[in-house]
T-cell receptor, first 112, second 114 residues
């Protein structure tokens, strides 16, 4: 199936740990994104990545770093996890910026 | 702060009736708007989009209306079905080519009553 897929679906870990979330899209899209959805369902852009250009939302702590090994992948690395990082993280992609974005099913991160 | 908002957090409608979900945005530079549907445990699913050079666009059972004068966006769902139960988000792109992602509103939970 063509889709945006994220792994893992659930991630439970302790404060202070470093973790990664993987994202792959086989839609042939040029732009990929990471969003954070909090407990009140509010979705906020974290990063967008297009043609090796990374645009970072200024409110995102530098403990978060996206890494793109190729156009089909945009992984999210998080260092020194904090309680406030608990949320659902969504990866998305679009053919070009300013076109419909297709979302993965999310990774629920819980910090103990 | 966020520039896209919704008037109602919850909307309850009878099965078979039409649903109208409203959204207000504050940035007049926004040139692209999307409606998403999110079911429990899933990612947002694209429903319909509209660009700022249009005021209406229709899809299958859905219509999006854009009123740039009052910065208002609405989603109309015809003959609402149980499968339409979800949280609906409007989102805008703030112009500049779109590479900085979408700004989402808070969401409206659509509840379908039998």
């Amino acid at each position: 199936d063509t889709a945006v897929s994220q792994t893992p679906k659930y991630l439970v870990t302790q404060m202070g740990n470093d973790k990664s979330i993987k994202c792959e899209q086989n839609l042939g899209h040029d732009t990929m994104y990471w969003y954070k959805q909090d407990s009140k369902k509010f979705l906020k852009i974290m990063f967008s990545y297009n043609n090796k250009e990374l645009i970072i939302n200024e409110t995102v702590p530098n403990r978060f770093s996206p890494k793109s090994p190729d156009k089909a992948h945009l992984n999210l690395h998080i260092n020194s996890l904090e309680l406030g990082d608990s949320a659902v993280y969504f990866c998305a992609s679009s053919l070009q910026p300013n076109q419909p974005q297709h979302f993965g099913d999310g990774t629920r991160l819980s910090i103990l | 702060g966020e520039s896209v908002g919704l008037h109602l957090p919850t909307l309850s409608v009878q099965e078979g009736d039409n649903s109208i979900i409203n959204c207000a945005y504050s940035n007049s530079a926004s040139d692209y708007f999307i409606w998403y549907k999110q079911e429990s445990g899933k990612g947002p699913q694209f429903i319909i989009d509209i660009r700022s050079n249009m005021d209406k666009r229709q899809g299958q059972r859905v219509t999006v209306l854009l009123n740039k004068t009052v910065k208002h966006l609405s989603l109309q769902i015809a003959a609402t079905q149980p499968g339409d139960s979800a949280v609906y988000f409007c989102a805008e792109n703030l112009g500049g080519g779109g590479a900085d992602g979408l700004t989402f509103g808070k969401g409206t939970h659509l509840i379908i009553q039998p």
